[in-house]
C-alpha cells in the first residue's frame, strides 16, 4: 500500500504515523522547511487524546489542569474533569511527531509543493498512490480547486503569552466584549500564561484582546509574543473525498465547535482508520469511515455550540442553573473535556430541576426553548 500525506501539520502527521503503523509506505510532503510553524493553537487536550496521539504528547506536556471554568458576562461555573486536561507545546509536539513518524518509516520531503490528481497521483513527480491524505490545513489550495474538504468562513484567534506567574483552572469567557463568535480564554501556565480570544471580523481583534486582558486582572501586563491563527467551528465538511483523495484535519473542518480545537477529532480519524486496517477493511475505506464516523460525533454539539457563541446571555442561564439545581455538583469528575455532547446532553437536566424564581424570567425561558432546540437539532445531526 503506498500512500501520501500533504501537509505535515498536526493532522498530517497523525495520519502518516497512524498508516505507517499500518505497513503503508508513506511519503510525506510539506511545503515548509520546518514543522510546528507558524504555532496558532492553544494546545489544551484531555489525557484521553494524549493516550491517543502517544509518545509526542507526553513529551510535550506543559501543564495539567482538574477542571475548567465556563462563563458568561455574569455567572460562572467549574466543572472538574473525569481526567486531567492537558496543555501541550505545540511546536514541540509536531517536531516530536515527525521525529516519531520518520522512525515509522515514513519519507519526510521537506520543501515539497506538489500537485495531486483524483486518481491518486502526485504531481510534479508523477508518483502514484493509493491513497492521497490531504492535510493542507485551512488555507490549503487543492481541495478548493478539486471541490472537496472545508470552504466555509473560520474566525480569528489570537493568544497573547503574559509574562509573570499564574496558576489555577482555565477559563473559558462567552462575552460579547471580549470575543464575537466564539469565546476568550485565559490558561496558567506556571510562569507564564495565555490570554487569547477569537472573532469573526480580524479588525476587532485587538480591542477585544484588551478587554479580556483586562476582564482576566491583566491589563498593562508584559507579553512576551503574540501568535494565532484561523479557528475553525464547523460543521464538517460534507464532501471529503474524491477518488482517491481524502481531506483530513482543519482542510476537512475536523474540528470541536465549540473550541474550535483540532487534535482530538484528528487523533481519534487517524486511531480509527489504523483499527479498522488492522480488522481487515481497505485502505480507503478505513479513512473515509473514520472520518465520517468522527464528523458524525462532531455534528451532535454543533448547533448548542453555535448558539452558545451568539447568547452569552444562554452561558448565564446555563451557569446558574447548574449551580442551582445541583448539576454541576452531580457531573464534577465525569466531564469529558473533549466530548462536548455529553455536557450539553446532561446541561438540559438542570432546565427541569426546580429554579430559583430568578430563572424564571422571559428571557431565561426564551434560553431554555433556544436551547433545547439546538439539542434536538444536534440529536437527528
Not at 297 to 320: C, G, N, Q, T
Amino acid at each position: 500500500m503506498r500512500v501520501a500525506v500533504v501537509g505535515a501539520g498536526f493532522s498530517g502527521l497523525m495520519f502518516a504515523m497512524a498508516l505507517a503503523r499500518a505497513d503503508a509506505n508513506v511519503d510525506l510532503y510539506e511545503e515548509h522547511e520546518r514543522v510546528g510553524f507558524p504555532e496558532h493553537c492553544t494546545g489544551l487536550v484531555s489525557l484521553a487524546t494524549v493516550r491517543l496521539i502517544g509518545r509526542p504528547a507526553e513529551r510535550s506536556r506543559l501543564a495539567a489542569y482538574e477542571g475548567f471554568i465556563i462563563s458568561g458576562p455574569r455567572h460562572a461555573v467549574r466543572l472538574r474533569t473525569s481526567e486531567p486536561v492537558i496543555k501541550l507545546d505545540r511546536v514541540r509536539l509536531e517536531q516530536e511527531m515527525l521525529d516519531e513518524a520518520v522512525r515509522e518509516g515514513v519519507r519526510y520531503r521537506p520543501g515539497a509543493k506538489v500537485r495531486v490528481t483524483p486518481e491518486g497521483t502526485v504531481l510534479p513527480e508523477g508518483r502514484e498512490y493509493d491513497l492521497v491524505v490531504l492535510a493542507e490545513g485551512y488555507t490549503g489550495r487543492l481541495r478548493r480547486s478539486l471541490g472537496i474538504g472545508y470552504t466555509a468562513q473560520p474566525l480569528y484567534g489570537v493568544n497573547a503569552e503574559v509574562e509573570g506567574s499564574s496558576q489555577g483552572d482555565f477559563v473559558a469567557l462567552f462575552d460579547n466584549s471580549t470575543s464575537r463568535g466564539l469565546f476568550s480564554w485565559y490558561v496558567p501556565m506556571g510562569s507564564t500564561s495565555l490570554v487569547g480570544t477569537a472573532s469573526s471580523e480580524p479588525r476587532l481583534l485587538q480591542p477585544l484582546l484588551r478587554e479580556a486582558m483586562k476582564r482576566f486582572g491583566l491589563e498593562g501586563a508584559r507579553v512576551s509574543r503574540f501568535y494565532g491563527g484561523p479557528v475553525i467551528t464547523g460543521p464538517p465538511a460534507e464532501r471529503l473525498r474524491l477518488g482517491k483523495l481524502i481531506a483530513v484535519g482543519d482542510a476537512a473542518g475536523m474540528n470541536k465547535p465549540l473550541t474550535g480545537g483540532g487534535l482530538y477529532p484528528s487523533a481519534k480519524a487517524a486511531v480509527l482508520a489504523l483499527s479498522m486496517i488492522s480488522d481487515g477493511v481497505d485502505l480507503l475505506s478505513s479513512a473515509e469511515r473514520a472520518l465520517l464516523a468522527v464528523s458524525r460525533e462532531l455534528r451532535r454539539s454543533y448547533h448548542v455550540s453555535k448558539l452558545l457563541h451568539a447568547r452569552p446571555d444562554i452561558v448565564d442561564m446555563l451557569a446558574e442553573a447548574a449551580e442551582a439545581s445541583g448539576l454541576a455538583r452531580a457531573v464534577s469528575g465525569r466531564v469529558d473535556y473533549d466530548v462536548h455532547y455529553t455536557l450539553f446532553t446532561a446541561s438540559i437536566r438542570s432546565l427541569r430541576a426546580p429554579l430559583g424564581a430568578a430563572m424564571l424570567t422571559l428571557r431565561s425561558l426564551e434560553g431554555a426553548a433556544k436551547l433545547l432546540g439546538a439539542l434536538i437539532r444536534d440529536a437527528m445531526a
